[in-house]
């Protein structure tokens, strides 16, 4: 009997129009292009500036992006899995809003929280389905308007984060491509170095919390920094270990966009060629859940079936993981 894997079949992505320079951010506070190019690989990032749009907008236009350019009945579509960080509202789950919106009235959905690692643990969450046998259709988004919960007077988070999102469709597949293998970690104990205070259960909102800044994203960059070096990298190399990959195998390395430094580390322990490595971090920052399918919605004409892939990501809480997948259809 045919293994049953779950393949990428469509991509689809969205950045808002504004771009948000860092020559613009030495006009906001004391910083210059030189220091942030240096340190982050960033030149510029996009933002959503309508107040009253929010993440689901970013995932709605990159889903139907998605829809019509694979030309997808969004009917077809069973499960819809939005990976943000920033989500519209409590309690109210934002995938359910957005399946609505674009169509995907006989799917049901759900969010995922993983932090830099939603769009990652996504595509296993996806797989999952996909490989039961029941599902066909899975559309998994990655979406974040990061701009909402910034503080634009703290140089040590604005500069790094953007707004945008990404779209992939997960379909079954009987020729061995897709979803290959995974190595999917977290540690609690990270929690602390990379957070918003304020706004959940452990802390409601109140007027003290509003006043002391408490509902924008903190980061304690040095350890943040450390253990996103080291851990991508590892996990990046398991994933090779255990399939038996050498570099000359992998084809693309697919890594989260926080900061080229991680990524150049990652590559370097693959004994990867920078041109077997996928980058936008210069013009879109870290978008968090989006950074995985913009990539792949940037290279996707270089994509060619069969080229092996490996995925890396890292984020808060601590997560991080490494996906191999084998792409599975050919653009041109």
Excluded at 145 to 156: A, E, W
Excluded at 228 to 249: F, G, Q, R
Aim: charged letters at 25%.
């Amino acid at each position: 009997m045919t293994k049953l894997t779950a393949a990428i079949t469509a991509v689809g992505a969205f950045v808002p129009e504004y771009r948000l320079t860092n020559k613009i951010l030495e006009t906001m506070m004391e910083t210059t292009d030189e220091w942030i190019t240096t340190r982050t690989g960033i030149k510029e990032r996009r933002i959503l500036k309508d107040k009253d749009k929010g993440t689901s907008y970013l995932a709605i236009k990159a889903a139907e992006d998605l829809i019509r350019k694979g030309n997808i009945d969004p009917k077809e579509i069973d499960l819809v899995l939005l990976g943000t960080a920033t989500p519209d509202m409590p309690v109210a789950s934002t995938a359910v809003y957005v399946a609505t919106k674009i169509g995907a009235t006989n799917a049901f959905a759900f969010d995922i929280q993983a932090a830099c690692c939603n769009f990652l643990f996504g595509m296993a969450t996806a797989a999952r389905f996909i490989e039961s046998g029941k599902y066909k259709k899975v559309l998994l988004i990655g979406a974040d308007k990061m701009s909402s919960i910034l503080d634009y007077t703290d140089r040590t988070t604005c500069i790094i984060f953007g707004d945008g999102a990404g779209a992939v469709l997960f379909e079954p597949n009987e020729e061995g491509l897709g979803l290959q293998d995974e190595f999917l970690r977290s540690d609690g104990s990270g929690r602390e170095f990379l957070k918003i205070d304020a706004g959940g259960s452990l802390l409601p909102p109140s007027e003290e919390t509003v006043k002391n800044k408490q509902h924008y994203v903190f980061q304690d960059g040095k350890s943040v920094f450390k253990f996103a070096v080291s851990n991508m990298a590892e996990v990046a190399s398991k994933i090779m270990e255990s399939n038996n990959l050498t570099h000359n195998d992998v084809n693309w390395l697919v890594p989260h966009q926080a900061n080229k430094r991680i990524i150049d580390a990652t590559a370097n322990r693959m004994e990867l060629e920078p041109s077997k490595v996928m980058m936008n971090i210069q013009k879109y920052g870290n978008t968090t859940s989006a950074t995985l399918p913009l990539l792949l919605n940037d290279y996707e004409k270089q994509l060619k079936k069969g080229d092996n892939l490996v995925f890396a990501a890292f984020g808060g809480g601590f997560t991080w993981g490494s996906i191999y997948l084998k792409w599975a259809y050919n653009t041109a």
